[in-house]
RNA sequence: CGGGGCGUGGCGCAGCCUGGUUAGCGCGCUUGCUUUGGGAGCAAGAAGUCGAGGGUUCGAAUCCCUCCGCCCCGACCA
């Protein structure tokens, strides 16, 4: 009882109840478990050797699907000239309230503001309108990975910073048909990134007219369902059709020898990606990270009392690790004592844990333990290198199986707008209603319940029935959140 | 920008109302000993221009004024 008592006060010490108070949760599990921090910059933050490992190991595997599927990437300068985003007004009306300006330089005033780039539109078309000639010269598939600024009027780790890093990729195209192509390619690049890697199901589809990317024909977003019901959009790709490439005036000579605008595209994932992770995964003894992405997929703690048993086992562990060849292993042999250990691995979402002590030696074993549901296993030290993969490719499935059926508990269907306000005062999740598309709609479902529209389910084809909210023919149907 | 709160060792706070010169407590940190299979115990130690500036006073963390910074709540966004 007391040492129940004693455990308890510890964990409250360090994260709050995830399920009595969520925002301070993640702000507490993101800190302890040394992913970021603040920083002296108002709105920015500190982005620590662990969570930064986190999101190379979603980096990498996008970086990869970007380069399989015909990309290049580039790097184009942080600092655009105010002009630049002028040039297009949509852009310029959707961006203008999160410019940061640079308006000296040298101790004198620049001639022209220059713009911490919010997005890279602008200048990749500036650029490449010299190097797009002709027909031939398409398509041009860009990427960069960089850092991003944007005037954010309240920071949330990760979720919203003023600065945070991403990739941007910016294609242009012959035609319509080929960039349509490649926006739904990339979307299904990000779909891949968060379900099989990030174990986040997601729902993949277009944003209504009020949400799309500002200067974009439309917008297509993944959309992650958070353990707290609220949506996360994380990650769109854009179509933009001619409008980038006439406000700069980019064109090339066509087949039949006429001057033609290049159809374009972009496409983003930000490290908005590790709070996903965070919030999708995480419960109230801290972080719980996929093993596919996780720095750590098995920490080891040696225990023992005497420096015999010490020696014991670090006799023991070049065996062990040469089990381990394929899987990012730890070994904890800090000065605290293992039930500490426990508790901070745990915090730091390690998926695997083994205990070697003398107990497991002596019977040639080693303890396995998942961070999932804390499920112990006695494997022989011959078998680990067979029982570890195998158990961590479980647990990824079963993150993933897991946030499926959260997500799928926490999504109903409703057809009256009085269901939808209903829901929302009462229930935490998506609604999915038949919808007719109207902005207006979106603006009635936003004042009465806060929730406005995440994505357009595609596929099902016109819905039965009329719109949910207005009664008007609906043309689809829709999933209405709460969003971050 | 409008409404509410706060600035005191690295972190979290007490002290302030009712001024008094050794400014405390918890966590963390350092060293030592004992511990070690679910967040250890004891002992010794280091660490603070009390957000900044000005004023009142014999004397200011404490009272007054000004400024700065931060947090929460109302309008944008990966």
Same mark, same amino acid.
């Given at each position: 009882m007391a040492v129940e008592e004693k455990q308890e006060t510890g964990f409250v010490k360090d994260i709050r109840k995830q399920s009595v108070d969520f925002p301070g949760w993640y702000n507490d599990v993101v800190r302890k478990a040394q992913l970021a921090d603040n920083s002296p910059v108002a709105g920015t933050m500190v982005i620590r050797p662990y969570g930064y490992a986190i999101w190379e190991n979603i980096r990498d595997p996008l970086d990869e699907l970007i380069k399989q599927t015909g990309h290049e990437n580039w790097y184009f300068p942080a600092l655009i000239p105010l002009s630049f985003l002028q040039k297009e007004r949509e852009h310029v009306e959707g961006f203008a309230p999160e410019f940061q300006l640079v308006t000296k330089g040298g101790g004198k005033d620049l001639e022209e503001p220059l713009v911490l780039r919010p997005t890279s539109e602008t200048m990749i078309a500036s650029v490449l309108r010299d190097y797009i000639q002709s027909y031939r010269d398409l398509p041009v598939l860009t990427n960069q990975w960089n850092n991003v600024f944007r005037w954010e009027l309240k920071a949330r780790f990760f979720l919203r910073t003023r600065e945070f890093l991403w990739q941007e990729g910016h294609t242009f195209h012959e035609t319509a048909t080929e960039a349509e192509e490649e926006v739904a390619r990339m979307l299904e690049c990000y779909r891949q990134i968060a379900e099989e890697w990030c174990a986040i199901p997601v729902l993949a589809g277009r944003k209504s007219e009020t949400e799309k990317f500002a200067g974009a024909q439309y917008s297509t977003a993944i959309e992650g369902m958070m353990v707290d019901g609220k949506a996360l959009q994380m990650a769109?790709?854009?179509?933009?059709?001619?409008?980038?490439?006439?406000?700069?005036?980019?064109?090339?000579?066509?087949?039949?020898?006429? *001057?033609?605008?290049?159809?374009?595209? #972009?496409?983003?994932?930000?490290? $908005?990606?590790?709070?996903?992770?965070?919030?999708?995964?995480?419960?109230?003894?801290?972080?719980?990270?996929?093993?596919?992405?996780?720095?750590?997929?098995?920490?080891?703690?040696?225990?023992? *009392?005497?420096?015999?048993?010490?020696?014991?086992?670090?006799?023991?562990?070049?065996?062990?690790?040469?089990?381990?060849?394929?899987?990012?292993?730890?070994?904890?042999? $800090?000065?605290?004592?293992?039930?500490?250990?426990?508790?901070?691995?745990?915090?730091?979402?390690?998926?695997?844990?083994?205990?070697?002590?003398?107990?497991?030696?002596?019977?040639?074993?080693?303890?396995?333990?998942? $961070?999932?549901?804390?499920?112990?296993?006695?494997?022989?030290?011959?078998?680990?290198?067979? +029982?570890?993969?195998?158990?961590?490719?479980?647990?990824?499935?079963?993150?993933?199986?897991?946030?499926?059926?959260?997500?799928?508990?926490?999504?109903?269907?409703?057809? #009256?707008?009085?269901?939808?306000?209903?829901?929302?005062?009462?229930?935490?999740?998506?609604?999915?209603?038949?919808?007719?598309?109207?902005?207006?709609?979106?603006?009635?479902?936003?004042?009465? +319940?806060?929730? +406005?529209?995440?994505?357009?389910?595609?596929?099902?084809?016109?819905?039965?029935?009329?719109?949910?909210?207005?009664?008007?023919?609906?043309?689809?149907?829709?999933?209405?959140?709460?969003?971050?």
């Open positions: 769109t790709s854009h179509y933009f059709g001619e409008n980038f490439t006439r406000a700069y005036d980019l064109t090339f000579t066509g087949r039949s020898n006429e *001057r033609q605008f290049p159809h374009s595209t #972009s496409w983003g994932m930000s490290t $908005r990606m590790v709070g996903a992770v965070v919030m999708a995964h995480g419960d109230d003894s801290g972080l719980q990270l996929p093993p596919r992405i996780a720095p750590v997929q098995v920490v080891i703690i040696p225990i023992f *009392r005497s420096d015999a048993e010490r020696h014991q086992i670090e006799a023991a562990l070049p065996g062990v690790l040469d089990e381990l060849d394929d899987i990012r292993v730890k070994v904890d042999w $800090r000065d605290e004592r293992p039930g500490f250990k426990f508790n901070e691995w745990e915090l730091k979402g390690v998926p695997l844990r083994i205990e070697i002590g003398p107990r497991d030696l002596a019977k040639g074993e080693a303890a396995v333990v998942r $961070r999932l549901d804390r499920l112990k296993k006695a494997v022989p030290l011959g078998e680990l290198a067979l +029982t570890v993969p195998a158990m961590l490719e479980k647990i990824q499935e079963a993150l993933f199986e897991r946030a499926r059926g959260f997500r799928e508990k926490h999504t109903v269907r409703l057809t #009256s707008l009085d269901a939808v306000v209903k829901f929302f005062d009462t229930e935490i999740g998506f609604a999915v209603t038949p919808w007719c598309g109207r902005s207006e709609d979106e603006l009635t479902v936003k004042e009465r +319940t806060t929730a +406005t529209t995440r994505v357009i389910l595609p596929g099902s084809g016109r819905p039965e029935g009329p719109c949910a909210i207005c009664g008007r023919p609906a043309v689809t149907d829709v999933a209405w959140g709460k969003a971050y």
